[in-house]
């Protein structure tokens, strides 16, 4: 280790960096190949010592400092591995952002995950095709609560790969949580311009719509579009089932409907207390309370149990 402080033109930290000459060109690239030579077999104490040889002769090159984190962190040093990524970032943005952002995230604080922002943020201006780049910043968007950003974001993703699945999934998750149920519902009706038959789709829709709590022909129209191509659907069956209950609708036609949901599955307490309710509401009480009593217990958790108590208090 005393070579270093023999390598002409070496600049110590703080010093003005100075143009390599050949021999510590040659110096570098001999000590470069050896560490990762060291690295690849197992040897990490060794490449840690040749990849500092390497940082001392070149004090800015990014792809040196990155592989020094590397090391000291799998060694625990956090505090050098972090100095080591950070100073890769800023030596080399366009390549060395993605270590750096990603330990300031492992260390789960609001204020590591806003500088991660940051340097996401200043990769991308650097990178601006970058895709993965984009995803990975809009994680950080989302994990911060900075939706708006989120959907800037997603447009610049969909300006690089078009409008997908995915995009929608996403700005449709994005909207209701805002608050925006119209323009999520937008979202959806987008993509099912260009699949009309996405089941997945197709019961956001109906989420959506539950929600909004629109004319009860509206939201009929939406179940019985996936009916007509899913008729199975044991989910929409039992939501159909109990909005035409609750709403006045066709009670003939909710037994029906919910007697299927739990012939599919006759634990499920939500299908359960479903078709109790709907036998309730035709006036056979005992048979209600018999499937109500059913679905209590079954119940997976208080919310259900709470709903279906209401149900059967309401009979009592």
Known sequence: MCLLFFLPGYARKGEKKEVLT??????????????????????YPKALVLFEFCDAIKPNDGKTLDYLGILYLGMGQEERAMDAFKRAFEADPRDCW???????????????MVEA???????????????????RLQRVYISLKEWKKALKIQDRIDDVKGFDASSA???????????QPKKALAVIDKYLELDPTDLQFLVFRVEVLEQMKPKP????????????????????????????ATHKGDLQRAERMSEQTIR????????????GWILHLKGQDELAKFYLNRALINAP?????KEVLKHLNAIK
Do not use: C
């Open 264 to 275: 599919e599955e006759p634990n499920n307490a939500v299908y359960l207390d479903t078709y």
């Open 22 to 43: 050949t021999e510590q060109k040659q110096q570098f690239t001999y000590y470069w190949y050896a560490a990762m030579e060291a690295m690849e077999h197992g040897d």
């Open 217 to 244: 022909a509206d939201l009929y129209a939406a179940y019985d579009k996936i009916l007509a191509i899913y008729p199975g659907h044991i989910g929409i069956l039992n939501n159909y089932a109990y909005h035409l």
């Open 98 to 112: 993605y270590r750096y952002s990603s330990a300031l995230l492992e260390q789960k604080t609001e204020e590591a």
């Open 169 to 179: 999934v996403i700005r449709y998750r994005l909207h209701l949580t805002m608050k």
């Open 117 to 135: 922002m940051h340097v996401r943020e200043r990769a991308l201006k650097v990178n601006p095709e970058d895709e993965d780049l984009m995803e």
């Open 301 to 305: 958790n208080e919310a259900t149990k």
